[in-house]
Nanobody, 115 residues
């Protein structure tokens, strides 16, 4: 079955960096777009970044130029490099794949940014 496992979250000062990882299994990773979402307390889950199967990337405006999504197909892993972090980036970050019209999610990894 499809499984997604995120890691790499933590506490960082504003202006700092973190790299999130998501290891996928249960499907042909290289054939599917992968997405990173985030959800802050009291807010809706927000799409942050998408990387297609051919490595085309799209970002939400608020992270453009600061975050970079990448993938390593032989490792079945998608990454989110987050630089110049701001307090408003604090959230639980989730990895996502839409596989056969069904959304799958990891357990999430917490990112906390202190000002």
């Amino acid at each position: 079955q499809v499984q997604l496992v995120e890691s790499g979250g933590g506490l960082v000062q504003a202006g700092g960096s973190l790299r999130l990882s998501c290891v996928a299994s249960g499907f042909t990773f290289s054939a599917f777009a992968m997405r990173w979402y985030r959800q802050a307390p009291g807010k809706q889950r927000e799409l942050v970044a998408t990387i297609s199967s051919v490595k085309t990337t799209v970002y939400t405006t608020s992270v453009e130029g600061r975050f970079t999504v990448s993938r390593h197909n032989t490792k079945n892993t998608v990454y989110l490099q987050m630089n110049s972090l701001k307090p408003e980036d604090a959230a639980v970050y989730y990895c996502n794949v839409c596989y056969w019209n069904e959304d799958y999610w990891g357990q999430g990894t917490q990112v906390t940014v202190s000002s």
